[in-house]
């Protein structure tokens, strides 16, 4: 695995990033970039498991909700890779894995620091779908206010 990092600077409030990222309709909508058919099945809450899973292909991850402080950080270690939408699972590739969403706001704007560990042969991958991901969260989040 490797971690790797990407940071975008939003003009909404980080109250509203936060809802942006979670909140089922916009997290499908930006997760999409990155798998296809990505849903998250589960409640935030810290101590909690939540799994993403994608609906084309079955295939997700169960992670545990490490640390959640609302509106500001939140640590998903990755359990175990899934098959079967979440039922069955499959090869290690992301389990042991870590993902951050930190978010910062000064005067209105709000810095979304996203921290991912991924396998080697995703890297690449990752580089390129997760910017534009950003990207998509930066124009939902400034949209809706």
Do not use: C
């Amino acid at each position: 695995m490797k971690e790797i990092q990407f940071s975008i600077e939003i003009n909404a409030s980080k109250e509203r990033v936060w809802t942006t990222l979670w909140e089922d309709v916009t997290f499908r909508d930006w997760a999409n970039i990155i798998d296809e058919g990505t849903y998250m099945k589960g409640a935030m809450k810290e101590g909690n498991e939540i799994q993403f899973i994608s609906s084309v292909n079955g295939y997700g991850v169960t992670s545990l909700i490490e640390k959640l402080n609302p509106n500001e950080f939140v640590l998903f270690r990755h359990e175990a890779d899934t098959k079967e939408s979440g039922q069955q699972e499959r090869e290690k590739e992301w389990t042991g894995g870590t993902e951050r969403y930190s978010l910062t706001e000064k005067n209105g704007v709000t810095t979304l620091i996203v921290k991912t560990d991924v396998p080697q042969e995703q890297e690449e991958t990752f580089n390129i779908r997760f910017p534009i991901a950003l990207e998509r969260i930066k124009t939902l989040a400034e949209k809706i206010q």
